[in-house]
């Protein structure tokens, strides 16, 4: 393995000492207190999570919408309408693979953003969607194609933000940035319906006093074009993060257990360009011109022969066993969680069914608006309240814990809910939803996002990020090619109960884990490495 020295990795004068009193002083504060730079960074990270679940769970009453202007308010042809409901997250597995592999070996800063530009470019196609012109097939195809780019752009942005994220925080607040950037998800959904809403609000007279209802057309592509503010918002920002220290002495081959310490120590605030010099990793540059010229052609060598190596390393690295295990655990976990969680929020029209707001009476506007306000229940019960939750626990209770519990608590609640399915009251299996959303995100559908980033070494960690969320995507595409079907064959409460099975399975698979809370996976990396170079000798 590539395992050479930086012998020049150095703290910035006056930092070798550890933290001054200020940084002390910071260190008192409970982890979800933030510093200005930690607040920047999440809302450049967080913003892809917002979209995520803004564009993926959108996509619930555009297809209701849909429904009325290219099949006058009859269902969507089954194919189509998971073809559609599937395409962002089939383009997930794609962005995450991709993004996650270029950005350990092109480097964070070389590949962040482009996510961000993939997502713009893709939801202008999107809302261009010529209906007038094609036949309703194929204006769903169209929009079906261009959300599978979206997906890309979107599942670039998992192993992106948790890496960037990563590389900069804390031990003792790590999970803490990652939890707070996760929880964006649920800010996503909220607008969402609230957007829905909103927009609907002001079709009323056209739509339903003029009975206009074609002009739905118009609802849907505003409601899908307000998620561009927050991307072309964020992008600047993004295109010129600086490479973290982390990553640079990780990348540079630092192998010494006591650099990445004194990285701890130091810290890592660098947010811009113009702040971005190499205070952390840099030669010795106090020698003559012609030195300096040479140690840096010896420098680029270097960096050449680590790409070079990359990807030796990288298998070397995951075929031993214990690695293996957990890079196995993260994929498993992730896989059947989304089973059950995508399996359910997107294909809310079963619980909006049990709660009254499934748009079943009235006129088209007011089922379309019912349904709107039935999004936003489901929303604001139990999706924000989980998530953040998580933030404030999950460097006191860990994030194992968290994650079986999690689990457990959400089969409890699918099996009342499959169990009771057709006798349970509305104020019943609306508790019971809200309380199966609550612990989804105070448990697995968090901490599932958090351990890639957290147990796996800088070197490594974007590429196992983006094979564990791929893992993740593929349950649900699952659940969104074959949950109508499935349903309609063994019936709902069936179907509930596999989802029961996948998160019993979960809690199970957790255990090939460990507990990441206050451990730095470059400190145990760096030390395997010395312990095999001492073998070897």
């Not at 680590?306 to 498993?332: I, M, N, P, Q």
Request: aromatic share 12%.
């Amino acid at each position: 393995m590539a395992t050479h020295t930086n012998s020049n990795l150095t703290l910035q004068p006056g930092r070798e000492g550890g933290l001054d009193e200020y940084e002390r002083a910071r260190e008192d504060r409970p982890p979800f207190v933030l510093s200005y730079a930690e607040v920047k960074l999440l809302g450049i990270a967080g913003v892809g999570f917002f979209l995520d679940a803004y564009d993926l769970f959108i996509i619930n009453p555009v297809a209701t919408m849909l429904q009325y202007r290219l099949y006058g308010g009859h269902a969507l042809p089954a194919g189509l309408q998971g073809f559609v409901k599937a395409s962002a997250n089939i383009g997930s597995v794609i962005g995450q693979f991709t993004f996650g592999f270029a950005a350990d070996y092109f480097g964070r800063k070389a590949v962040y953003g482009k996510e961000l530009m993939i997502i713009i470019v893709a939801t202008i196609f999107s809302i261009s969607d010529p209906t007038g012109d094609l036949s309703p097939a194929g204006s769903l195809i169209w929009l079906g194609v261009w959300r599978i780019v979206l997906g890309i752009g979107i599942g670039g942005d998992y192993p992106m933000s948790a890496s960037v994220s990563t590389d900069r925080a804390r031990l003792r607040k790590r999970g803490t940035m990652l939890a707070y950037i996760f929880a964006n998800q649920g800010w996503g959904s909220l607008v969402g319906s609230l957007a829905t809403i909103i927009v609907l609000a002001c079709y009323k007279n056209v739509m339903d006093t003029k009975g206009e209802v074609s002009k739905v057309d118009g609802v849907w592509r505003i409601i899908v074009g307000l998620s561009l503010i927050p991307a072309f918002g964020t992008l600047y920002q993004r295109l010129t993060l600086p490479e973290a220290k982390r990553f640079e002495a990780a990348r540079e081959g630092a192998d010494d257990e006591s650099a990445f310490k004194q990285l701890e120590a130091a810290g890592d605030d660098r947010l811009h360009e113009k702040t971005g010099t190499k205070e952390m990793a840099t030669v010795n540059t106090t020698g003559s011109g012609s030195d300096v010229e040479e140690g840096e052609r010896g420098r680029s060598k270097a960096l050449a022969a680590e790409k070079k190596a990359h990807w030796r390393d990288f298998f070397v690295y995951f075929s031993e066993w214990k690695h293996a295990r957990t890079l196995l655990g993260t994929c498993l976990c992730w896989f059947l969680l989304d089973i059950a969680f995508y399996g359910i929020n997107l294909n809310q029209n079963v619980v909006l069914q049990q709660i009254g707001f499934d748009g079943s009476s009235g006129s088209d506007w007011e089922r379309l608006f019912k349904i709107g306000i039935g999004n936003l229940i489901i929303t604001a019960l139990g999706f924000v309240p989980g998530y953040y939750v998580t933030v404030l626990t999950i460097e006191v209770l860990g994030r194992k814990w968290i994650q079986i519990q999690g689990f457990l608590m959400a089969a409890l609640f699918l099996g009342i809910m499959a169990g009771l399915f057709h006798s349970l009251s509305t104020a019943a299996f609306v508790v019971c939803f809200a309380l199966l959303q609550f612990f989804f995100n105070f448990g697995a559908n968090t901490t599932t996002y958090c351990y890639p980033a957290e147990v796996f070494p800088t070197r490594f960690r974007a590429s196992a990020h983006g094979i564990s969320a791929a893992s993740g995507k593929a349950g649900a595409i699952i659940s969104a090619l074959v949950f109508n079907s499935l349903a309609e064959d063994i019936g709902t409460p069936a179907v509930l109960w596999i989802f029961f099975g996948c998160c019993l399975a979960g809690a199970v698979a957790t255990l090939l884990l460990p507990e990441v809370k206050g451990r730095d996976p470059d400190v145990i990396y760096a030390e395997e490495m010395k312990a095999k170079r001492a073998g070897l000798a």
